[in-house]
Each structure stands twice: as structure tokens, then as C-alpha cells.
């Protein structure tokens, strides 16, 4: 499969799951936060810049684990996008996008479009480490649950 079918089923499966998210959950009343067609485009412009965030982390990491490998220069362009596109954590960020987003969302709702965007791209680029931190929070509880704890 050539990279860029990847990348595409990749952004089309993240924007089902946010119209999913958005038809499914939001136009009801949680207490989380309201919806209404004013703000829908603040909102996919931000889950947008998460996802840019996301993919930018990723390749950060991806060049400090060849810097750490004593890789000097990228000889091959396309292989490293590939490289990147089909990392588990690339998928792992992507998976954790929305999760980190809904924080960014409840937290920012008086926010200007401008600063959504700037920390909408901050939250994905360390998406990983945020759902990391959260799910390790919760990985001692569940562990001494199941050990009778």
C-alpha cells in the first residue's frame, strides 16, 4: 500500500471518529460542554491542528531515535515519511487525539481560535505523553484490583 493511501484513510478514519463523536455525544447535555453551529468550525479547526500536532510529534521522536542511532542526514525522504506514517506511535497518538482533545475543548472555552489552534498543536504534539500519564494513573488501580488489593 503506497504511503500516501496511508495517510489519507489515516485523516478520513480521524474525521469519521470526530462526526461521529460530534452527531453522537455532543448534541447531548453531559455538563462536559455545548455545541452549537457557531463554534462547530472552532472545533474541527482545533481537532485539526491536533492531528497536525500528533503527526509532527511523531516525527519528532521518530528523528531523535535516529539522531540517538547516529544518523546524520535523511538519505531517503519517502522512507522516512513511511517510516513515520506506519510508526506505532504515530497510531497510538492518533488513537489518544481525541481523549487529549476533549480536555483541550472543556478547558478552552473562551479561548480565541488563534490560541485553540497554537495549543491544540502543542496537545498533539505531546498526545502520546498525555495518554501515557493519564493511562498510568490507572494501570496501578486496575492491577491491585485484580491482585485482591
Not at 59 to 65: N, Q
Request: proline share 2%.
Amino acid at each position: 500500500m503506497k504511503i500516501y493511501v496511508a495517510v489519507l484513510i489515516c485523516f478520513v478514519c480521524a474525521a469519521i471518529g470526530f462526526a461521529l463523536f460530534w452527531y453522537v455525544v455532543l448534541p447531548q447535555d453531559h455538563g462536559f460542554f455545548t455545541i452549537s453551529d457557531s463554534n462547530a468550525a472552532r472545533l474541527l479547526i482545533g481537532f485539526g491542528a491536533t492531528l497536525v500536532g500528533v503527526v509532527l510529534g511523531s516525527a519528532y521522536r521518530h528523528l531523535g531515535r535516529m539522531r540517538a542511532a547516529n544518523v546524520e542526514t535523511i538519505r531517503n525522504f519517502r522512507r522516512f515519511l513511511s517510516n513515520v506514517f506506519r510508526s506505532v506511535d504515530l497510531w497510538m497518538a492518533l488513537v489518544a487525539s481525541p481523549l487529549v482533545y476533549g480536555l483541550l475543548v472543556q478547558s478552552a472555552t473562551t479561548m480565541a481560535i488563534s490560541g485553540l489552534v497554537i495549543v491544540a498543536l502543542e496537545n498533539g504534539f505531546c498526545c502520546l505523553l498525555v495518554a501515557e500519564n493519564i493511562t498510568s494513573r490507572a494501570v496501578p488501580n486496575a492491577a491491585s484490583a485484580s491482585a485482591g488489593g
